[in-house]
């Protein structure tokens, strides 16, 4: 029944900057996390960075410092700001929404290419 939305993505030079957007159906604060993935070409897919119920983020290395997870739980909505992108960046990325009553549960967005150009 958990619906996720994602909008943002598309080209952009390296250096530059890009926000995508997260919306869910239901409350994410009912989620134990909300997570961003990524899946370059002819790459295993990447955890990016992740947000617990309790505010919490992690982000893998490669990414620190540049991207930023954040949420507005009033809207249901997570978002990855992306800064200095760089080409190794360009993949496309997934929201997705873990939860836990027993066993874990995971929900999965449409995916968005995001491409950054030299």
Known sequence: QVQLVQSGGGLVQAGGSLRLSCASSGSISSFNA???YRQ?????????AL???MG???YTNSVKGRFTIGRD????TVYLEMRSLKPEDTAVY???ASSYDGSWSTYW???TQVTVSS
């Open 73 to 76: 739980n009033a809207k249901n």
């Open 109 to 111: 967005g449409q995916g």
């Open 51 to 53: 947000i617990n119920n």
């Open 34 to 36: 909300m997570n961003w």
């Open 56 to 58: 919490t983020t992690t």
């Open 94 to 96: 997934y929201c997705s």
């Open 40 to 48: 370059a070409p002819e790459k295993e897919r990447e955890l990016v």
